[in-house]
């Protein structure tokens, strides 16, 4: 998303997700180191991280962490200290000390090894995790507190939804849903180029769509060994275009069978505040689907042009 979009947040991944954020029962602090970095596609990163004792962080009921960046890469930072407790303290107000705080999502977790795994949406406006996720070398220092954030309740069919931000979050919930789970999943990227290789669940396939109006009849049920593959995949994470912003997502969705017995189902939807908004109307319009059976996520909002 370039400075041609009408596209503003802080941060073009998972900033701005508080509204759905779920307090854990505990808030524990852990420094972390970066051990390596990734190139997924041409508009995400993924850093894995090196710290101790992960264990707690090793659930599926809260997705997400609070993750610790510095705000100007060329400055010393100030890094929180964990209490008696482990919990997160700040020796000055966020930023002050030159470190701010975005939320997250786990992608991959080892905890015997002490590595985890977070993706970053790099591309459109800069923000402190996504401008650290693109300079990360071998050392750097970052840290996470949580876990945090709600996740899909138990269920015989899934509907997964959302734009590249709920990347990470989708492709966990698809290494870790039994076997037997049937459903769709419908992911929104900019253009053909810039999905990636997703796991393989055998009832639940993915199915990719692009905002540029001009690729609308493009979408396509992605072949997840092919993507990788693809000579559109060519990993130029400085690539710019023109992003439309417009989304036939909430059509797709519209048009997905649902289950008779709602009770075996659940709709998980998460991305961009509008585009949440009109995939939930449009996935439940004429349907009685129970609220209590669905979550959204807001990780971020589109500002319209002054």
Not at 125 to 136: C, D, E, K, Q, T
Not at 137 to 146: E, L
Not at 218 to 229: G, K, P
Not at 236 to 243: I, N, Q, R, S, W
Request: aromatic share 8%; proline share 8%.
């Amino acid at each position: 998303m370039n400075s041609q979009t009408a596209v503003s947040q802080s941060e073009p991944s998972q900033a701005d997700a508080t509204p759905a954020t779920a307090e854990a029962p505990q808030n524990l602090y852990r420094p972390l180191t970066v051990l390596r970095s990734e190139v997924l596609s041409p508009e995400m990163r993924r850093l894995t991280l090196q710290g101790e004792d992960l264990s707690p962080f090793d659930t599926l009921d809260n997705l997400h962490v609070r993750f610790y960046v510095p705000v100007d890469l060329s400055l010393p930072c100030e890094w929180p200290t964990a209490d008696e407790e482990g919990r997160p303290q700040l020796t000055k107000t966020q930023g002050a000390n030159n470190v701010t705080m975005r939320y997250y999502t786990i992608r991959r977790l080892d905890v015997a090894r002490g590595e985890v795994d977070i993706d970053f949406v790099t591309h459109g406006h800069a923000g402190p995790a996504s401008n650290f996720a693109r300079a990360a070398k071998p050392g750097d220092r970052c840290a996470m507190s949580g876990p945090c954030g709600f996740s899909v309740k138990p269920a015989d069919w899934y509907l997964l939804a959302g734009d590249e931000t709920a990347l990470p979050a989708i492709a966990r919930l698809l290494d870790n849903l039994p076997a037997h789970c049937q459903g769709s999943v419908h992911i929104e990227v900019s253009r053909p180029g810039c999905e990636v290789v997703m796991p393989s669940h055998p009832g639940l396939p993915v199915q990719w769509h692009y905002r540029n109006s001009n690729l609308a009849s493009s979408n396509r049920a992605a072949d997840n060994h092919s993507v990788a593959d693809s000579p559109s995949a060519d990993h130029d994470a400085g690539v710019a275009y023109e992003d439309s912003g417009l989304s036939d997502l909430p059509q797709a969705l519209a048009s997905v069978r649902f289950p008779e017995q709602p009770d075996s189902g659940f709709i998980w939807v998460a991305g961009e505040y509008e585009l949440l908004r009109r995939c939930q109307a449009a996935a439940l319009a004429d349907r009685h689907w129970p609220k209590e059976r669905l979550l959204g996520v807001p990780y971020w909002r589109r500002k319209a042009d002054n």
